[in-house]
């Protein structure tokens, strides 16, 4: 190589690198921001914090350089374990197009916990159905058991971060890498979103006089989406692990998300942090933006009537051949799919 072109080379490698590294630096030193969105009066100063990228990519203050410190190096894929919860009677409706789309994406990561053995499926997903042995209603008892097996699961793993989703979910999985780079998995996290505007207001049952009356407490609604670092599953470990987790739910009486925020919020005092880009079918999908899919971290879709459903609104397949939008919106961020029209 002449040795010029090799110095020109030689520099903008360098170059790329000094911008990448203060980029890196500049983004570590700008704590979360303390935006809430879904507040409601009186609740202030109990909202949860809100993430947003735009203050983490750009923010409003410089002397933050100063007090440089590394930030770790992004998350991988490989770093971060997918639980998807499922029941027998929905393999073969909900499964399928997950298969078809995102799972491609993150084949080794994800795992499916259902509640029965089906030899279809174990061969699809290459080995990675879990059967719980809970029982397939959609009981309390019954969610909070698989709840359960996947964060013991998870606790087996050598993965930094959980996340889990419903079967209902199409999870975007180079944007979830992205923004689980953002956190550092050895503190402690839990990004989601709340489906509520206040935070869960319970009776207390605990049995020390001193803590009866009401606790409240935000949580992350289990169908949008939620990830946990494994420092927090570290500290949850004890109330939680080894089908713990199972216990609380029944103690409480409340569903495995509600009991999910109840133990990282009541028991363990760690914040939930709002992550706008997850989606449950608890929202209107068409109203998400067309321009801002690349952007969002789960959709969902659900039926709201016999002839009506709620969907993504996106071009693309027909309805009958994708009922839940979930492929032409897969081409649409994906479209060097083979399945995908060119
Ligand atoms: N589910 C389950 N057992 C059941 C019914 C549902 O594990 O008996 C799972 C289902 O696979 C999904 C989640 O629970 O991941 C939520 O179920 P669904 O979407 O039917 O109800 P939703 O609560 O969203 O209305
Ligand atoms: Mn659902």
Redesign the pocket.
């Given at each position: 190589m002449p040795s010029r072109l090799k110095r020109l080379l030689q520099s903008s490698v360098l170059l790329a690198a000094l911008t990448y590294t203060s980029v890196l630096v500049y983004q570590r030193n700008v704590s979360v921001p303390d935006i809430s969105t879904n507040q409601v009066e009186g609740w202030h100063e109990r909202a949860p914090q809100s993430w947003r990228e735009e203050d983490v990519a750009a923010p409003t203050a410089p002397e933050a350089r100063l007090t440089a410190t590394a930030k770790p190096p992004g998350t991988r894929l490989h770093e971060i374990f997918i639980s998807?919860?499922?029941?027998s009677?929905?393999h073969k409706w909900?499964l399928p197009v997950i298969l078809k789309t995102w799972f491609q994406l993150a084949k080794q990561q994800t795992w499916f916990f259902?509640?029965s053995d089906d030899e279809e499926f174990q061969k699809k997903t290459n080995g990675h159905m879990v059967n719980t042995n809970c029982s397939?209603?959609?009981?309390r008892k019954?969610?909070c058991c698989?709840m359960s097996v996947e964060f013991d699961f998870f606790l087996e793993s050598d993965k930094k971060w959980f996340c889990h989703f419903?079967?209902?979910n199409f999870v975007n999985v180079p944007r979830l890498e992205r923004l689980l780079g953002e956190f550092n998995s050895q503190e402690e996290w839990y990004l989601g979103k709340p489906s509520i505007r206040a935070p869960l207001e319970i009776l207390n049952r605990e049995t020390k006089p001193l803590n009866k009356g009401n606790v409240s407490f935000w949580f992350a609604t289990?169908?949008a989406g939620f990830c946990l670092s494994r420092a927090l599953a570290l500290k949850m470990m004890p109330l939680a692990s080894g089908g713990k987790f199972m216990s609380i739910g029944e103690k409480i009486r409340l569903p495995d998300d509600v009991t999910m925020g109840y133990i990282i919020e009541h028991l363990l005092k760690k914040p939930l942090t709002v992550v706008d880009q997850f989606h449950?079918?608890l929202e209107p999908m068409k109203f998400l933006r067309q321009d801002t899919f690349h952007d969002q971290i789960t959709f969902s879709y659900?039926r709201y009537s016999k002839d009506e459903m709620n969907v993504v609104k996106i071009d693309g397949f027909n309805t009958r051949v994708d009922p839940t939008r979930f492929l032409s919106l897969h081409c649409f961020l994906f479209p060097y799919f083979p399945f995908c029209p060119r």
């Open positions: 998807v919860k499922t029941t009677n929905y909900r259902t509640d397939s209603s959609h009981n019954a969610l698989k419903d079967d209902d289990g169908g449950s079918h659900s």
